[in-house]
């Protein structure tokens, strides 16, 4: 054990700030992927409420082809339900790893003012394992775009269509629209 002389020198060292800085680096970037997928949630969330509000007027008979109408909505609001599922479980995924790094930065502060060579692999490990976390929520985000993508191409299917049918109840081609 230190004594306090020696515990105040080590604390105060600039070896434990140089060491915290790879951690501080890696929460910043945590925090920076966290803000943008809250904003994907937020973004899907306004998406719902406007396939509500489509949904609304077409039970209420005011826009055509509610037939095709509902079957589209239905399959767009099912996307939204798994792309939100999947930005929740990536949004999980980002607060392990924040909290990981701030306990590896944490962990390295201890390990200099109180601990050993037997316990410096502990700091280590929860960067690593934050980093896995970053990892698995960065692949959670990306099959999350897919599906964002699949959502824009069926709904640019379906502006196409409703193009078609205008189309043909006005006698016209869909390039003279």
């Known amino acids: 054990m230190l004594q306090d ?5 080590a604390l105060s060292s600039a070896r434990v700030l140089t060491s915290m800085i790879t951690p501080a680096v890696l929460i910043s970037a945590a925090g920076t992927l966290i803000f943008s997928t809250s ?5 899907v969330f306004d998406r719902v409420n406007s396939l509500k509000s489509e949904i609304e007027s077409v ?3 005011t826009l055509p082809f509610a037939t095709a109408r509902m079957e589209f909505l239905k399959v767009q609001v099912q996307k939204q339900r798994v792309r939100a599922r999947l930005i929740q479980h990536a949004l999980a995924a980002l607060y392990t790893a924040t909290a990981l790094f701030v306990a590896s930065s944490l962990g390295i502060a201890f390990n200099v003012a109180y601990g050993s060579r037997e316990t410096s692999w502990i700091p280590t490990a929860l960067a690593l394992s934050g980093g896995l976390f970053l990892f698995a929520a960065s692949a959670i985000l990306i099959y999350e775009s897919r599906h964002n993508l699949t959502f824009i191409n069926r709904h640019i299917d379906f502006v196409e269509y409703l193009e078609e049918q205008y189309g043909k109840q ?3 081609h869909t390039k003279d629209i």
Not at 5 to 9: G, I
Not at 39 to 43: K, P
């Open 170 to 172: 006005n006698g016209k």
């Open 59 to 61: 039970l209420a008979g």
């Open 5 to 9: 002389k020696e515990l105040l020198e």
């Open 39 to 43: 904003n994907r949630l937020g973004r």
